[in-house]
């Protein structure tokens, strides 16, 4: 079974830039997950999916991040104007169901860095 | 709202030595746990869990943790530490998917 995916694995931006990455989680799996992790920090969730429907946004920086998961497959996420604590690295996971028993499976995640 | 705390950014022992990581929650409610592992610059990579029932949980890589809800504790140890265990460790609580801060686990030879 192939794992999440995320691209790119790397991106450099200098601020007030935009910057997009894309993720494509496990086949059938109908949560969606985009986690910020800043160096020395755990994973922060940003934004979660089911389906193509937002279940928990409330940590999303609204004024410069937003996220579309269409036809409850694939997700970007994107940052615009990115600021310089932005960098971090951008993790996306899918589990296969809305129940908080489920385990996440991650991506290897995208490291940004704003420069 | 639910939540964990990790004590202790880094751990180091022997190889050979027990590891014990330590993770605290705190939830109004009986929580679901886990304790994920993430190696350099990759992903994170689920260790174990608690759902409900046995309190005392195996994972891969010869892992257990033991939900204490008297203590509100879910602490992960392993007998013997393998050099191969060196990564960053995250305790995390199902709702709002709250991770803790992390430990970094090394191993001395």
């Known amino acids: 079974e192939a794992g999440v995916a995320q691209s790119p694995r790397y991106k450099i931006i200098e601020k007030r830039q935009s910057v997009a990455f894309w993720c494509n989680p496990i086949s059938g799996h109908a949560t969606l997950y985009w986690y910020q992790q800043i160096l020395g920090q755990g994973p922060k969730l940003l934004i979660q999916?089911?389906?193509?429907?937002?279940?928990?946004d409330s940590q999303l920086p609204k004024d410069r991040f937003s996220a579309e998961r269409l036809k409850g497959v694939d997700s970007t996420l994107k940052i615009q104007p990115a600021k310089l604590e932005d960098s971090a690295v951008y993790l996306c996971?899918?589990?296969?169901?809305?129940?908080?028993?489920?385990?996440?499976?991650f991506g290897p995640g995208t490291r940004l860095t704003v420069t | 709202a639910q939540s964990v705390t990790q004590l202790g950014s880094h751990v180091s022992v022997s190889e050979g030595a027990l590891v014990l990581l330590r993770c605290n929650y705190s939830?109004?409610?009986?929580?679901?746990l886990f304790w994920y592992v993430q190696y350099p610059n990759q992903g994170l990579q689920l260790l174990l869990k608690?759902?409900?029932?046995?309190?005392l949980v195996k994972g891969i890589n010869g892992f257990e943790a033991e939900f204490k809800k008297s203590e509100t504790s879910f602490h992960l140890t392993k007998p013997s530490a393998h050099m191969s265990d060196a990564a960053e460790y995250f305790c995390?609580?199902?709702?709002?998917?709250?991770f803790g801060s992390g430990t970094r686990l090394s191993i001395r030879p």
């Open positions: 999916f089911q389906n193509n429907g937002v279940v928990d």
């Open positions: 995390a609580v199902s709702e709002g998917s709250n």
């Open positions: 608690y759902t409900t029932g046995a309190t």
């Open positions: 939830s109004s409610v009986p929580p679901y």
């Open positions: 996971a899918s589990s296969p169901g809305e129940p908080s028993s489920y385990e996440q499976y």
